[in-house]
């Protein structure tokens, strides 16, 4: 039995909303946040489409279990009323160190004192955020991989000062929630996963960055050399290119640099964000 009972998401973008669906799918009540009602009508569309894909893969989510989960979600953009009854806050916020070390500087005000914090942050360790939680003993960090419902991991990573039954309890409600604990021991920039899928997307953006091949070459290399479903400019497409940009742009690397710079200029800039938007470095139908 969970400990956790209510809980409420921080961001609704592509991997926010897939966190927030599979809870509720998992039959806890959800509170998903975001910081205008735009942003939430754009969540809305992206539950209803989740539903659809769950319907489609998920066995048993066409007997009224995606409409069900759909009913667990409420929808908040005022972050005093999402965490007022919360037991645990998972934060999907963008990419940013000072995004997120300022939405918990934010949220260190409004969260009850029971309320334990969990990052999804996909690069950042846990230790760079903690003294802005207010609480750094129930912080940690439980990363979810994209398309959550095939590919259920959850990474869970604490910092020096993480409470072991925090860790413990995080690592439980992971799995009641249809994911695998992968349960890290210390510290790693990258946790598991993208310790091992970053230095691929590196090497994609700089052979792209330098000219050395299209996307397509590239993506087609990957898949027929190693037999992988997708390219690395596919996963990009699929995790959004704005990710893509904070990641690279974060990185000293002249070539990621690079890489950065013409994200921004082709793609970022021109509305092209990857699935989400329609458009990245492929194209998607509507």
Do not use: C
Request: charged share 20%.
């Amino acid at each position: 039995m969970s400990q956790f009972h209510q809980i409420t998401v921080l961001g609704t973008g592509v991997l926010g909303s897939q966190i927030a669906f599979q809870t509720a799918y998992s039959g806890f009540p959800v509170v998903a946040y975001d910081i205008s009602d735009e942003a939430l009508e754009a969540a809305t569309a992206r539950f209803a489409k989740l539903a659809d894909i769950y319907r489609a893969q998920v066995p048993g989510a066409a007997d009224g279990a995606a409409d069900a989960a759909i009913a667990r979600i409420r929808l908040s953009a005022d972050l005093a009323d999402a965490v007022r009854d919360a037991d645990l806050v998972i934060e999907a916020v963008p990419e940013s160190l000072e995004v997120k070390r300022a939405t918990y500087a934010k949220l260190a005000d409004v969260a009850p004192a029971k309320t334990v914090f969990a990052t999804n942050s996909s690069t950042l360790l846990p230790s760079a955020i903690a003294d802005w939680t207010g609480r750094p003993e129930q912080f940690l960090a439980l990363h979810f991989a994209n398309e959550i419902w095939i590919h259920n991991t959850g990474e869970i990573m604490g910092h020096p000062g993480t409470d072991p039954a925090v860790f413990a309890a995080v690592s439980a409600f992971a799995a009641e929630i249809g994911m695998v604990p992968i349960e890290i021991r210390k510290e790693q920039p990258g946790y598991l996963l993208n310790s091992l899928l970053v230095p691929l997307l590196d090497a994609a953006g700089q052979l792209y960055a330098d000219g050395i091949a299209e996307p397509e070459a590239v993506d087609a290399a990957w898949r027929i050399g190693t037999g992988a479903p997708a390219g690395p400019f596919q996963i990009f497409d699929v995790v959004g290119l704005t990710t893509a940009y904070n990641v690279s742009i974060a990185n000293p690397n002249p070539k990621a640099q690079a890489f950065a710079k013409l994200l921004k200029e082709r793609f970022i800039d021109q509305g092209k964000l990857g699935v989400a938007t329609g458009e990245g470095f492929y194209s998607y139908a509507a």
